[in-house]
Structures are given as structure tokens and as C-alpha cells.
């Protein structure tokens, strides 16, 4: 049974990976954690325009805080709320997990 109040770690390092990724505009390393369909369903375009509009405000400081996770058909998602040091919108991010690959990643 899973613990609730943590999500597993590989799921951890799966968002640090591509939240490094993200701040770091490296299109390579956001697909080192994902399954075939997360790859072709994220072109470098789509990533780079969330990369850009994320980077900036991640590298004044940044928090997760994780929220909770549930279970559609196979898949384990996991909800973690993304905040900036300086304040300003904050951000829900939706990982699909399918076993210890991610899925799909949203950021809304």
C-alpha cells in the first residue's frame, strides 16, 4: 500500500528531472524519464515555450508541494502544486505515471 503523504521516490526524481529540465531548456533530459507516448505527444517547440515561460521564474527560487495522487484505468497521477520565491501565479502539475515512466506531464 502506498503511503499517502509521500509519493514513491522514482516518482520524486521523475518531477526533479523534468522540472531540471525545464529550468535548464534540456529537451534531451525531459525525455530520459518518459514512456514512447510522452516523447511523441511533447515536441522541443511545445517544451521550449514551457521551458521559457517557466525558467525565469524558477531560477528566483522555487517550492513543490505535493498534493496527492489518484488512479485512472492503470495509471498512478500524482498532483503537486508548484510555487515561486517571489510570489506571483502558482501552478498545478498533473504527472500520469505508467510504472516508473511518466505518461503525461501537464502544467496548468
Not at 529537451?27 to 515555450?49: C, H, W
Request: proline fraction near 3%; include cysteine; glycine fraction near 8%.
Amino acid at each position: 500500500m502506498m503511503n499517502q503523504a509521500n509519493p514513491p521516490p522514482s516518482v520524486i526524481d521523475c518531477l526533479q528531472t523534468i522540472l531540471d529540465a525545464f529550468f535548464s531548456g534540456n529537451y534531451e533530459l525531459f525525455n530520459t524519464v518518459g514512456n514512447l507516448s510522452y516523447k511523441a505527444d511533447i515536441s522541443r517547440q511545445m517544451f521550449e515555450g514551457v521551458s521559457k515561460q517557466l525558467s525565469s521564474q524558477m531560477g528566483k527560487g522555487y517550492t513543490t508541494t505535493y498534493l496527492d495522487h489518484l488512479k485512472q484505468l492503470h495509471y498512478q497521477i500524482y498532483l503537486w502544486k508548484l510555487s515561486f520565491e517571489h510570489g506571483g501565479d502558482e501552478f498545478v502539475i498533473r504527472m500520469t505515471m505508467d510504472g516508473n515512466k511518466v505518461a503525461r506531464i501537464a502544467i496548468a
